[in-house]
Every structure is written in C-alpha cells, then in structure tokens.
C-alpha cells in the first residue's frame, strides 16, 4: 500500500468497448454517468481511449469478426489494466451461444464471452445489469488495480 | 557580480513562485472539475483528484508507438512543461517581484505561451496517429487565429503605460504597479480592465481558448470526434507529464489576466496582496468554468472567424484608442 497503489485506487479512467449484441448495457453504462449515480466522485473519468484508460468495460457476446478487435483494443490498453465484463453476454455468451454452464458452444458467428478473447477480472451479470451493479463491479475492479504491480 | 547566496536565494524565489503557482493550480484544477459537476448537479471528484490523476500516470507503463518519431514523441512533452513552469515564475503572483522588474517580462510570456501550444502540436505529429494529427492540425488552426488578438491585447496596458508618460516598458511589475489608486473621482480601482474594456475581453476570450475550455477551446481534444486530440497515441509517465503541464495553466493564463488587467494584488501589503491576487485568479477560474460548462464547441472555422473579427476588432478599437489618444 503505497502512494501508487492509493494513486491507482483514486484514479480509474476507463474506456467503454461494445464488441457485439444488443446495445442495451452499453445504454446502461451511460446510467452511472448522470447526476444519480455520479461515478466521477470515486474518480472515474470517462475516456473513451484505450492508451488512456486502466479498466476496460466490455459488453456484449464476442463474434468471430470482433475478437481481433478485442484483443488489440486489449493490447493497446498500458499496464496494469483490468477488464470487466458486464452483462449476462459478456460473462458466457448469453442467448447467443448454444449449451449451458459449461458446455457452451460457439454458433455460427458468434465465439462466446470476453474471456474467450482477452482475461477478465471481474463478471457483472445481468440483463442489463442495475447501474448499482456496474458501480460494484468498478469497486472491484478498483481492488485489483490497487494490489497490482 | 553575482554571488553564491545571491544565486541561492534566486534559486529558492524561483522554486517558491513554482510551488505557489503549482498549488494553486492544483486547487484551480479542482475548483473546475468540482463546480463542473455541481453545475451539473453531480457530487464531483475529491481534491486531491488532480494529483492522484498524475502521480497514477507515473506509475504506468512506459511506452513508445512504432509509427511515432521517438524524438520528438519524448522531447514535446517535455517542452510544454518547461514552457510553463518559465511562465509560471516569469509572471508575477501579484506583487513587485523580485529578482527587480525584467524589462522584457512579456515578450518572454508570449513566447513561451506559443512554445506551450506548439508542444502539443509537435506531440500530435510525432505520435504517428491519425487522430493526433487531425488535433494537431486544429490546435495550429487555434494558435494561427489566437496569437494576434493576444499578442496585441497583451502588449496594450504597456502601450498605454509609454502613451501616458511612463516610459517605454515590457515588465508586467510595472504594469502592476501602474494599477495601484483610483480614478474616475476615485469610484473604480485603476485597473486597466476599466480603462480599456473591449482589450480585456479580448484576451479573456483568448486565454479562454488557450487553456482548452469551450467554447472554443476544447476544440483540439474534442473526444467524441478525435478521442483525445494530439494525446491520442500518449500514455504513462509521458501523458502525466502533459498532464502535469495543463494543470498549471489553471494558474499561469488566470494569472496573466489578473497581473495585466485586473490590478495584480492592487497596491496592498505583501501578504494580503497575494491572497487578494489568488483570489482575483479563482474567480476568473470560475468564471471560465461557467463559460465552459455552459457553451457547447464550435466548429474550426468559427474560430478563425470570431478571433480574426470579432476579437481582433475588440483588440484593435483599444489600439486605437491608445493611438488617438483617447
């Protein structure tokens, strides 16, 4: 715990990516920015670049043709950095994938959830999920960036 | 002859004008982001916001785009934050300064006001991305449609100095001093903003523009265009030392406005002289952020019409007066 880790803590700049789906988390992601849940407080700076952001916030399900994207949306982010998956499609796949639990199966065009592309530090299921639910799960995500290297 | 304790004290003075002027910015930075949430009725960031933004960029890692000039990519950082810290101890926090009045206080001030801007435009270029050049090209488009309004509304209280007998003179502590009493029957301080209005709002709008606020402003970084403008491809100990540098234009263009128009630290004794001189530069702070908050981005090619008309016309009617001697 030192004055960098409390730096990283005060500090998430984050950057929002939509890999595929139905558009609706990405609707709710912008719920936490209004004057009711005001994530700015915690320090949260809406960056909408990945060389300038720390947590990555991915929604919807991963296809086929987004998953280079991903990756590299990935790779451009600078270390330490932390991915969040939010909503029921970037955890697993959600409706569309085939199969459940852990039998889930890639369809035609679609490969499954974000850690079928990059690593994933925190799930924040839910269809969408409640904005309480998205701030959680940047409070994790906050946790891990402060013990990180 | 300069001695070892001369130089010494030189040195502390200095590195006082950077602190003060550092921690200032820190509370102007703050004041920005905090009244720009309330004014949106959200809590807004805690104070120590500005500074744990820095020192996390510091902590990140290290970086270098293959497309960018690796040169320049590492050197423009460090021009914009040696441009400001020059202006944030050439300029005066409200009193005669020590080491004596410069004769040439503000050719310096205008010269590396321009290398500030002209940093961020190196930086967009060396960055190899396109974005970074589209800011790039529009922070150039800035500064070609900026500097002459500037230029000549920062060079009017020193023209009206020479105008009324004071002798010819580039140093903003006799500006400064200039200012001190009243007149019109003593009912307004002698401040030149009363004298030559039209000239003070033309500079206000042009340090408005050079600090990046809207309405003109934040044309270069327009993130929901161009991501973040020529910082685009920046990232780590390179983006926080930017950073660092665009915080302390909280103090260093308020501060400007407040030494050559609003009367400095008016004439009163050294303490309270420099709390009156820090509170002058927080409320033109405020004002800007209102501006800020409440005005949405032009285009480009509105600010090469408003600053080449508009406030080149603002400027130039105070010119003018000077000239007429009226």
């Known amino acids: 715990m030192g004055i960098m880790s409390w730096a990283r803590g005060k500090s998430p700049w984050i950057a929002v990516l939509h890999a595929g789906g139905c558009n609706n988390c990405d609707i709710e992601v912008l719920d936490v920015l209004t004057p009711r849940f005001d994530v700015e407080r915690l320090g949260v700076l809406w960056k909408q670049n990945p060389r300038h952001a720390d947590i990555l916030i991915t929604n919807g399900c991963v296809s086929k043709h987004s998953k280079v994207f991903v990756k590299r949306i990935f790779d451009q982010m600078l270390a330490p950095k932390k991915v969040i998956a939010l909503g029921t499609c970037a955890c697993t796949g959600g409706i569309f994938v085939e199969g459940e639990g852990a039998n889930i199966e890639e369809t035609h065009t679609i490969v499954g959830g974000v850690d079928t592309a990059i690593p994933v530090d925190v799930y924040v299921p839910g269809c969408p999920p409640k904005p309480e639910a998205i701030i959680q799960g940047v409070a994790l995500a906050i946790e891990k960036l402060k013990q990180s290297e | ?326």
């Open chain 2, 1 to 326: 002859m300069v001695t070892l304790v001369d130089f010494l004290f030189i040195l502390g003075l200095y590195f006082a004008a950077i602190g003060l002027a550092f921690f200032f910015s820190w509370v102007g930075a703050w004041v920005f982001r905090k009244l720009s949430a309330r004014l949106q009725a959200r809590r807004g960031p805690p104070l120590v916001q500005p500074v744990a933004d820095i020192i996390k960029l510091f902590g990140k890692e290290r970086f270098i785009p293959c497309l960018a000039n690796k040169f320049l990519y590492i050197l423009s950082p460090l021009v914009a934050l040696s441009a400001i810290l020059i202006l944030s101890f050439m300029i005066p926090p409200g009193i005669p300064y020590w080491p004596g009045p410069l004769s040439w206080d503000l050719i310096v001030v205008l010269y590396f006001s321009v290398m500030f801007s002209l940093a961020f435009v190196i930086a967009g270029w060396a960055s190899g991305s396109p974005w970074g050049k589209i800011g790039a090209s529009r922070e150039v488009a800035i500064i070609l449609s900026v500097e002459l309004p500037l230029a000549i509304a920062i060079l009017i209280p020193p023209l009206a100095l020479a105008r009324g007998g004071y002798g010819f003179t580039l140093s903003i502590t006799d500006v400064i001093l200039a200012q001190e009493g009243n007149f019109l029957w003593t009912v307004l301080p002698n401040w030149f903003i009363f004298h030559y209005p039209f000239a003070a709002l033309a500079l206000f709008l042009a340090l408005l523009t050079k600090s990046w606020m809207r309405p003109f402003g934040d044309i270069p970084e327009a993130e929901q265009e161009i991501f973040a403008g020529p910082l685009t491809e920046y990232g780590g100990p390179l983006l926080g030392i930017f950073e660092l540098a665009r915080l302390f234009r909280f103090y260093v263009f308020t501060a400007l406005f407040v030494d050559l128009y609003l009367g400095g630290g008016s004439g009163l004794i050294f303490p309270i002289s420099i709390l009156v001189f820090l509170l002058k530069c927080l409320s033109i702070t405020i004002i800007m952020t209102i501006i800020h908050v409440a005005s949405a981005r032009y285009r480009i090619s509105h600010v090469f019409k408003w600053f080449l008309t508009v406030c080149l016309a603002f400027a130039l009617i105070s010119l003018i007066r000077i000239v007429v001697g009226f």
